[in-house]
């Protein structure tokens, strides 16, 4: 199944199939949000570390090799790559937003020079690429991020990361209400179980944003 059919929510079943894609490299960005040591640290407890095996899985033989390859196709081709990841100024995590301070497994407190906090080796930034630092769910709410797309004339913003229904979620959200235009990859971003990943993507797709494979992304970009 193609994306124009795939990822299909109760609200747009028999919808008209949407139209091809438009995006040129001068005004379409990749995104990757989130993708950070944290997330990929094995639970200590056994019986948790078991429950998120799936994700670590998928984190590691395909969402990181995925997004790393789209990142270098979009590096080779002049295009920008962008990064955002969640990181608190103070050590205290004083400045973080609500929903990093409940209790629970959201609670995060990440000061932005520790390990935990930063992106992952395999897609670490490359000198002179955008990094934007956030408390908050979405990318756009807790930082300059809008006025840096604007600035830029970005038009089309191509989203990897972690975790669907969550940040990625809130990112696309965010963006949509902006109005740029959206496309998240889905081989290039993971929730905590796999229903949840595929569940968020019928919620967003078709409303927030269009969902595609890598492979079709890298077709109707020319990026082979």
């Given at each position: 199944?193609?994306?124009?059919?795939?990822?299909?929510?109760?609200?747009?079943?028999?919808?008209?199939?949407?139209?091809?894609?438009?995006?040129?490299?001068?005004?379409?960005?990749?995104?990757?949000?989130?993708?950070?040591?944290?997330?990929?640290?094995?639970?200590?407890?056994?019986?948790?570390?078991?429950?998120?095996?799936?994700?670590?899985?998928?984190?590691?033989?395909i969402?990181?090799?995925?997004?790393?390859?789209?990142?270098?196709?979009?590096?080779?081709?002049?295009?920008?790559?962008?990064?955002?990841?969640?990181?608190?100024?103070?050590?205290?995590?004083?400045?973080?937003?609500?929903?990093?301070?409940?209790?629970?497994?959201?609670?995060?407190?990440?000061p932005r020079?520790?390990?935990?906090?930063?992106?992952?080796?395999?897609?670490?930034?490359?000198?002179?690429?955008?990094?934007?630092?956030?408390?908050?769910?979405?990318?756009?709410?807790?930082?300059?991020?809008?006025?840096?797309?604007?600035?830029?004339?970005?038009?089309?913003?191509?989203?990897c990361?972690?975790?669907?229904?969550?940040?990625?979620?809130?990112?696309?959200?965010?963006?949509?209400?902006?109005?740029?235009?959206?496309?998240?990859v889905?081989?290039?971003?993971?929730?905590?179980?796999?229903?949840?990943?595929?569940?968020?993507?019928?919620?967003?797709?078709?409303?927030?944003?269009?969902?595609?494979?890598?492979?079709?992304?890298?077709?109707?970009?020319?990026?082979?």
């Amino acid at each position: 199944m193609n994306w124009k059919k795939a990822y299909r929510s109760f609200y747009y079943q028999g919808a008209p199939e949407p139209q091809d894609l438009d995006l040129p490299y001068q005004n379409t960005v990749l995104l990757a949000i989130d993708i950070q040591n944290t997330y990929l640290k094995p639970a200590h407890d056994p019986v948790e570390r078991e429950r998120w095996a799936p994700f670590h899985h998928r984190m590691r033989n395909i969402v990181i090799p995925t997004t790393r390859d789209l990142q270098d196709r979009f590096r080779q081709h002049n295009m920008d790559v962008l990064h955002a990841r969640i990181a608190c100024q103070l050590k205290d995590g004083r400045d973080r937003s609500l929903s990093q301070k409940k209790p629970g497994w959201n609670y995060l407190l990440l000061p932005r020079d520790s390990d935990d906090s930063q992106i992952v080796h395999e897609l670490a930034p490359k000198t002179g690429e955008i990094v934007v630092t956030k408390t908050t769910d979405s990318a756009l709410t807790g930082t300059n991020l809008r006025l840096i797309l604007q600035n830029m004339g970005v038009v089309n913003v191509v989203m990897c990361g972690i975790f669907t229904d969550q940040c990625v979620s809130s990112t696309v959200r965010s963006l949509a209400d902006e109005s740029f235009n959206v496309v998240v990859v889905e081989d290039c971003c993971a929730a905590g179980t796999e229903e949840l990943h595929k569940k968020e993507l019928e919620i967003i797709n078709m409303i927030y944003c269009d969902v595609v494979s890598s492979k079709e992304l890298i077709d109707m970009m020319a990026l082979s």
